[in-house]
């Protein structure tokens, strides 16, 4: 079964800009969930969808927003760009149920913003 | 104090040693615990996951929850080379809905 699979692996943006990030979850993985990881912060939750809604979201400024399509592949979009969204954003995919805290990550994109 | 605190090393172990690798958390909430390993440069890999209270083993891998103490172990037994990585605690609440808030992980090297 494939794995997640995250589009593009590594993106250079400037200052201003704004960027798309795109997620492909394992086949039946309905819920998807995007983290942003950085040397100082680590990995930080940013939200979480599921049946195309937005099921939970964590501290970010609204600048970071994403969606979900009807094949559960997500994208996340981060606008007015800033030089401390420099990060490897990750994305990651589970079950439902009791399986829903497993959840299997892609290999991530790495943004730098210059 | 942060939700979950890890030691982010590095630890250097030869090839062979049982290795020790730790979290606390002060969120009594925290029902779910992970470990993940990740690589350089790569996303991070589940290796295990237990609820609540408890010992799981997995091959060479054991985990270890002791909610009483709000600690969390993974033990790596006969480690290999291609153990080195960084190991990555993650934990969660139900209330939460699925938000793991991680450690900031602690990298281990191995040597042969």
């Known amino acids: 079964k494939a794995g997640v699979t995250q589009t593009p692996r590594y993106l250079i943006k400037t200052r201003g800009q704004q960027v798309t990030l795109s997620c492909s979850p394992i086949?039946?993985?309905?819920?998807v969930s995007w983290y942003q990881q950085t040397p100082g912060q680590g990995l930080q939750f940013l939200f979480e969808?599921?049946?195309?809604?937005?099921?939970n979201k964590g501290n970010f400024p609204g600048r970071f927003s994403g969606r979900q399509f009807s094949n559960s592949r997500s994208e996340m979009n981060v606008s007015t760009l800033e030089l401390g969204d420099s990060a490897l954003y990750l994305c990651?995919?589970?079950?439902?149920?009791?399986?829903?805290?497993?959840?299997?990550f892609g290999p991530g994109t790495r943004l730098t913003v210059t | 104090q942060k939700e979950v605190e890890q030691d982010p090393g590095p630890l250097s172990v030869p090839e062979g040693a049982i290795v020790s690798l730790n979290c606390t958390y002060s969120?009594?909430?925290?029902?779910?615990f992970m470990w993940y390993r990740q690589y350089s440069r790569k996303g991070p890999e589940l290796l295990m996951y237990t609820y609540s209270s408890g010992n799981k083993e997995d091959g060479r891998f054991t985990a270890q929850v002791d909610k009483s103490s709000k600690y969390i172990s993974l033990f790596i037994r006969d480690s290999q080379p291609s153990d080195s990585a960084t190991y990555l605690c993650?934990?969660?609440?139900?209330?939460?809905?699925?938000?793991?808030?991680f450690g900031k992980g602690t990298t281990l090297s191995v040597s042969s």
């Open positions: 969120n009594s909430a925290f029902q779910y």
């Open positions: 993650a934990m969660s609440a139900i209330q939460a809905g699925t938000a793991l808030i």
């Open positions: 990651a995919s589970s079950l439902e149920g009791q399986l829903r805290y497993e959840q299997y």
């Open positions: 969808y599921f049946s195309e809604t937005q099921r």
């Open positions: 086949s039946g993985h309905r819920s």
